[in-house]
């Protein structure tokens, strides 16, 4: 694992005293030069240069300050103006899933998509067991063959076949394993930075831990006031019952892609009482709004929204009240499919452990180049060592074995706002299949039951289908 801190924010204004010699201390340049002065701030009458200037004259008194008003006192929003930017590589793709759950940051992951991966993977420390160790390799190493085979089945194919559409060599990475090495840039504050420090140096897993580790080093050394462990951080620890032995109350499985789980909700109602309370008579209450627009027809609330977005050019310029109105989803998805779907954050997402019995996602390609049997030998090898490792150490370190075709179930709620936003980005022709298909789905499951919510959208959808 490699991380190295690539740069953060600092004091312009003290970068220009240093280019004409006037500051010697190159400590000056510290973003908690930044998060001092803020600080004050809110406690001093004087102005923002002079403030900043006297905290510039002695960086262990700003220290001081930043931990004071940062940690003692709780005022964590301080240390969000300093920002950092981090290079992390030789980082398995399982691990960065964990990483980029964090909302509050920007990620930009090496694609599987666009890049040809080589067979470099990483091999948990939790694995002292020679037999397992081995098994672990042999099944990487099986998977990575198969991903090349896959990658020149395809190509052959596609000369062949010059016209084919429904093939791509992007598809041979759902074989690829969760353990492949991967890289990312990543840009967050430091109050976000410290919160991901200390649940990853909690986690149940080696590699985890040794990035909150080397994280919380890199931060130690060079912005010590703006980093602080707490050993006893454990945010998704629940101590107060084992609710796996709840499941003896729940006996059948249900059987569905996705799901709208709040569809008795007045999604379209809710959406132009929004609107009329921002724009309309402003005497009215929203409940007096809510319950009047209620008894006006669909045809008049189609005219409504048509009326106000006549003149609309952008959808992605839709108007705040669209916020108000969430949908809840629940789905089961490939790994490859959810390492796109975690990077619309502003959605709230939960995910389940990956779950061999919810079968595979096997694309379209793999069938074309008739190499569907070859494909499903390997995932059967590949879920018999992943129960072993599972029973023996832990399904968290299990993952590793598992693919991008393996599926995961996940629970995830999206404003109407941000829904128009996701769907714009991925219903477009040029979206990867797997999550064009969701969104395919998602969009005909809201316009069931929210229409005029999503009238705009579907004037969209026609133009590009």
Known sequence: MKVALLGYNIDIL?????????????????????????????????????????????????????KKIIFDMGHSSVAEHAVFNFDISEISRLALEYLEHFRLASYTEKSQRYVTFR???????????????????????????????????????????????????EDARYILPLATFSQLGMTVN?????????????????????????????LQKETPSLIQKSESFKVDSFPYFNIEKEEIFFQSQENFDVKLINFNTDFDNILISSIYYKYGNKNYGFEYIFNNIKNISYSEKLIFIKDLFTNIKNLNKIIREFEFVDFLFEAKVSASLFAQLKRHRLMTLTKINYDVSLGNVIPLTIKLIKKESDFLKLIEETNNFYYKLKNSYSKDLAEYVLTNSHKCKVLFKINARNLYNFLMLRLDRHAQWDIRNLSKTIFFIVKKYAPITVYLLQKYFEEIE
């Open 14 to 66: 003290s970068l220009l005293d240093y280019k004409n010699h006037s500051i010697q201390n190159f400590q000056t340049f510290s973003p908690e030069i930044i998060t001092a002065s803020y600080a004050k701030i809110s406690r001093s009458e004087k102005d923002i240069l002079t403030l900043r200037e006297e905290v510039k004259l002695d960086i262990n008194k700003a220290r001081q300050f930043n």
């Open 119 to 169: 067979d470099n993977f990483y091999i948990p420390n939790e694995i002292k067991n020679q037999e397992f160790l081995e098994g672990f390799k042999r099944i990487i190493a099986s998977q990575f063959n198969f991903y090349k085979e896959l990658r020149e089945e395809i190509k052959n194919f596609l000369l062949d076949n010059k016209n084919s559409s429904e093939i791509s060599k």
């Open 190 to 218: 430091a109050r976000e930075l410290n919160y991901i420090v200390n649940e990853l140096s909690n986690s149940d897993l080696i590699e985890l831990k040794e990035l909150g580790k080397r994280i919380f080093e890199i």
